[in-house]
């Protein structure tokens, strides 16, 4: 009731009563945003467009609003906070995503939201007063904008996550009691619908964290079944980390833990950053594909551009080995090597496994070819072998390996290095 004092009857300092009252039993007025909430916020089609939808309902009910901020933390491997802002005067309301490294930075330590993020009620600071302190960097930069008042308050989630809103305005006088009563009132309707956006995200993070950024369109969009998906045609990537074995029984767990997401970074990271989409890691290995002609996963790929793709990711994880080997040689560390398996086929891109632990991936001969292909590297001495099939899609300098037999696979499969430009043995040598 900060924002109404005088309908507080009994006020306390430090738990002990310092001043007592009458309450005004006089009506409050209505508050003009809660009918916009009801009716017409919920109809905005995303987080940066509520902002601003609430920024503009603001200014329309009379609220001298200069400057508004949302601050809300995110659940995400690599973010940490989602801030948005809104100017009056701006186009398009500006969205950051931050690093978890943000909550260590001396900008956030100093900033009024990490009181909020701490359980404080709120934050206000008169800036046209001369008295008033400039406790916070931030204040600074909203005075020279041309504010006047500054206000930080706490929204909720309901999992109890607290989030922060900011409002500045440039008015002489500031912010009145009345308009900070109305937003605070309105305070718990918008973080819900801030929330729902917030959750959306947070989903679609998950699962492309988890399954992929394909794969968690595709479970979002309703193949959530077991026997769900489809038949596509793709390239299939496996590879592994040689001398695991031996390396996991050498080392801590701690460090073979950091070896296999140093393998990983390079292997991974390389599919990731030429349009592979990444499906399973399986103790030390990955199985990753690029489809060829999907118009939902892929499209306008053909099949030759996937191939080249998929040997541009493994001449890119091939330099990525290299380097981290020589990083690692200057501490002392231990080197890794690998394989590469690359083979085109028909494959069932969808959900398998049991009604309630399902498992998002590819299934078919043609991966289990691939994993044997990838196989035959040690054997052959090689950092990458690709399939007659392969070859076939995306003519090239290969070396010819020769027919070789492979477990679990009745016929003889040829395989191929690839030579030329394309050597990727040259490049990890």
């Known amino acids: 009731m900060a924002d109404h004092p005088d309908r507080v009857d009994r006020w306390y300092q430090d738990e002990v009563l310092t001043v007592t ?73 500006l969205q950051n995503h931050v690093g978890h490294e943000v909550f260590k930075s001396d900008r956030f330590l100093k900033s009024p939201v990490m009181p909020i993020y701490e359980g404080a009620g709120g934050v206000r600071r008169r800036l046209f007063a001369q008295d008033q302190p400039f406790d916070f960097p931030v204040l600074e930069e909203i005075y020279c904008d041309g504010g006047t008042d500054y206000v930080a308050m706490p929204f909720l989630f309901s999992d109890g996550q607290i989030n922060a809103i900011t409002l500045s305005s440039d008015q002489p006088e500031g912010f009145s009691t009345r ?44 193949l959530i079944k077991r026997g769900d998906g489809r038949d596509i045609h793709a390239v299939i990537w496996f590879c592994d980390l040689r001398g695991s074995t031996a390396l ?67 001449s890119d994880a091939a330099a990525k080995i290299r380097q981290r080997n020589s990083e690692a040689a200057t501490r002392g560390g231990r080197s890794i090597d690998f394989g590469i398996g690359l083979h085109i ?25 691939a994993a044997r292909i990838e ?35 009745a016929r003889e499969v040829e395989v191929f290095a690839p030579a030329g430009p394309q050597d990727v043995s040259q490049q990890v040598a």
């Open 21 to 93: 009252g009458e309450v005004d039993s006089t009506p409050l007025p209505t508050n003009p945003l809660i009918n916009w909430m009801i009716k017409s916020a919920w109809a905005s089609a995303s987080i940066s467009d509520l902002v601003a939808a609430f920024a503009t309902e603001l200014m329309r009910t009379g609220i001298p609003l200069l400057r508004l901020s949302l601050h809300i933390r995110t659940l995400h491997p690599l973010l940490g906070a989602t801030g948005l802002i809104w100017r009056r005067g701006h186009a398009e309301v």
């Open 345 to 369: 086929g028909d494959v069932t891109y969808g959900n398998i496994g049991t009604d309630s632990r399902l498992e998002f991936t590819v299934i078919g001969a043609a991966v289990n070819e």
């Open 248 to 314: 996991a029984d050498a080392v801590s767990r701690t460090e073979f833990q950091h070896i296999l997401n140093d393998f990983f970074d390079c292997m991974a990271g390389a599919v990731i950053s030429h349009g592979g989409e990444v499906l399973s890691f399986i103790g030390d290995a990955a199985l990753a594909i690029f489809p060829i002609d999907d118009p939902v996963v892929d499209s306008n790929q053909d099949g030759g551009n996937a191939c080249v793709r998929a040997l541009q990711a493994a």
């Open 375 to 409: 196989g035959l590297c040690k054997a052959t001495d090689e950092a990458v072998l690709v399939s007659a099939e392969f070859v076939r899609q995306h003519p090239g300098v290969y070396r010819p390996l020769g027919f070789h037999r492979m477990t679990g696979v």
């Open 179 to 222: 308009d900070l009563g109305y937003v605070n009132e309105v305070l718990p309707l918008f973080g819900r619908l801030v929330e729902v956006f917030a959750s959306h995200y947070k989903s679609e993070t998950l699962l492309e964290t988890y399954l992929g950024r394909q794969a968690g369109r595709e479970v979002l969009t309703g």
